[in-house]
C-alpha cells in the first residue's frame, strides 16, 4: 500500500484521467455508451443538451481517450474505449476492496 508522496505520485495519473469524465453531463454518457454505441443526435436527446454542449463533451472524452467516433453514413458513432476504464481499474487492482468485490 502506499501512502505519502508514493502515494500522491500513484493516484495522480488517475486523478487527470478521471477528471475528464466527471461531468454529470459526461457521467451520463459514459452509462449510455456502456449499453450501446450511439449517434450524437441520439445522445443530445437521451441527456437533454443541445448539439453544441454535446459536441463540447464528446470532443474532450475523444480527446481525452474515453471515446472513439467512426462514420455510420451521415452520421458519427461513438463508443466506449475499453483501454481507458481497464487503465483505471488498475489503481484498485492490487487491493483487498478489489479481491472482494470480484469474487465469484
Known amino acids: 500500500m502506499a ?3 508514493r ?3 500513484k493516484i495522480a495519473p488517475f486523478a ?3 477528471a475528464a469524465i466527471s461531468h454529470p453531463h459526461r457521467l451520463s454518457i459514459v452509462y449510455l ?3 450501446n454505441p450511439f449517434r450524437v443526435r441520439d445522445l443530445m436527446q ?3 443538451i443541445a448539439q453544441s454542449l454535446m459536441a463540447h463533451h464528446l470532443k474532450v472524452m475523444e480527446k481525452t481517450g474515453w ?3 467512426s462514420r455510420e453514413g451521415r452520421h458519427m458513432l461513438y463508443t466506449l474505449k475499453k483501454k481507458k476504464f481497464k487503465e483505471v481499474a488498475r489503481l484498485l487492482i ?3 476492496f478489489w ?3 470480484t469474487k465469484v
Do not use: C, M
Open 94 to 96: 492490487d487491493t483487498p
Open 16 to 18: 487527470a484521467k478521471l
Open 46 to 48: 437521451k441527456v437533454g
Open 33 to 35: 455508451l456502456a449499453h
Open 3 to 5: 501512502t505519502g508522496v
Open 67 to 69: 471515446v472513439r467516433k
Open 99 to 101: 479481491q472482494e468485490l
Open 7 to 9: 502515494l500522491k505520485g
